[in-house]
């Protein structure tokens, strides 16, 4: 048998979505690496990077639900944040050394309301050095733990909301509403400067992931539990993929137009949006796959299915 035989069958064929709850102190790659052993899946990827110290919704795709991944990692995401306001460490959170102590018995509640309303709308952000973004092929956090600290070009993100939830001596309890690319981190980082007393991140939990506004999450350990029952327990708790495109306009196509979407055909059709992309329904109301809007009206379709 072939080395690319051998590839192919390496694993079960399975389609679907899990809403993860990933768990502290492991990365995001390193759980979806159990989460691929205990489905026993052939190809699954995740939907957003998580910190180690970071909890919270970890999007998982398992086979076809992969090509949407790329849709998800784009959507907006919100975060619940515990930060310790007068510490600076090197990663600006709890994981890192710290590099200065300030006093911060004069902060008050409305110099941080104050500033952290400067820091919403569109701003730029310069990624942390402990990143997983790359630098002439590494990571840049290879080259923090090595002392190496390169420049990084400031990045635009938006962020709808940065809310107060509780502010209890020198621990802020905060609400993050953002788009893709935001690095919390460095948000309560430039919060800290903007109070002049510094502050990392304590505790990081993803609450939202674009259409997925309040999720029920599964833990490592509820998997671990199903798996004992068999394969098909653990499956049960997957998502349709469309579920992760509910925000999108759905259309439903008729036998004779079917016939066209799937020979790759775009079409133009009454009642499609201008732009952007759209659900595509069969005459059964069985979800084939993406159409995306072309400049010229008409839709051009991706098979899901």
């Known amino acids: 048998m072939s080395r690319v035989a051998r590839r192919k069958n390496k694993g079960r064929v399975l389609n679907g979505l899990l809403l993860l709850d990933k768990p502290a102190g492991e990365s995001s790659n390193r759980v979806?690496?159990?989460?691929?052993?205990?489905?026993?899946?052939?190809?699954?990827?995740?939907?957003?990077?998580?910190?180690?110290l970071a909890t919270g919704l970890l999007v998982i795709c398992f086979g076809r639900t992969t090509k949407i991944s790329d849709y998800?990692?784009?959507?907006?995401?919100?975060?619940r944040v515990v930060l310790k306001l007068g510490v600076t460490t090197d990663t600006a959170d709890a994981d890192g050394e710290i590099l200065?102590?300030?006093?911060?018995?004069?902060?008050?509640e409305d110099q941080i309301l104050q500033q952290a309303a400067s820091l919403t709308g569109g701003i730029k952000q310069i990624p942390p050095m402990y990143?997983?973004?790359?630098?002439q092929g590494l990571r840049l956090y290879e080259l923090a733990r090595k002392g190496i600290e390169v420049e990084r070009v400031p990045r635009k993100v938006?962020?709808?909301?940065?809310?107060i939830i509780e502010y209890q001596g020198d621990l802020v309890t905060m609400q993050v509403h953002c788009s893709k690319g935001t690095y919390i981190r460095t948000l309560v980082e430039d919060l800290g400067k903007l109070l002049s007393c510094g502050a990392h991140v304590v505790?990081?939990?993803?609450?939202?992931?674009?259409?997925?506004?309040?999720?029920?999450?599964h833990s490592l350990e509820e998997l671990d539990?199903?798996?004992?029952?068999?394969?098909?327990?653990?499956?049960?708790?997957?998502?349709?993929?469309?579920?992760?495109?509910q925000d999108w306009p759905a259309i439903s196509i008729d036998e004779n137009q079917m016939i066209d979407i799937r020979n790759g055909h775009a079409m133009c059709l009454p009642n499609l949006p201008a732009e952007g992309q759209v659900r595509i329904y069969d005459a059964d109301q069985k979800f084939y796959g993406i159409g995306t809007m072309r400049e010229d009206g008409r839709m051009a379709p991706k098979p899901l299915n």
């Open 100 to 108: 200065e102590q300030r006093d911060t018995s004069k902060i008050t």
């Open 131 to 135: 990143s997983a973004l790359k630098h």
């Open 225 to 245: 539990q199903l798996a004992e029952q068999g394969f098909s327990a653990v499956e049960q708790i997957l998502l349709p993929t469309d579920h992760a495109l």
């Open 203 to 217: 505790e990081l939990r993803r609450t939202s992931l674009g259409p997925f506004t309040d999720p029920i999450m």
């Open 158 to 163: 938006e962020i709808y909301s940065f809310e």
């Open 32 to 52: 979806l690496q159990k989460v691929k052993r205990i489905f026993n899946a052939a190809k699954a990827g995740h939907t957003g990077t998580l910190d180690p």
């Open 72 to 79: 998800l990692l784009a959507a907006d995401k919100k975060y």
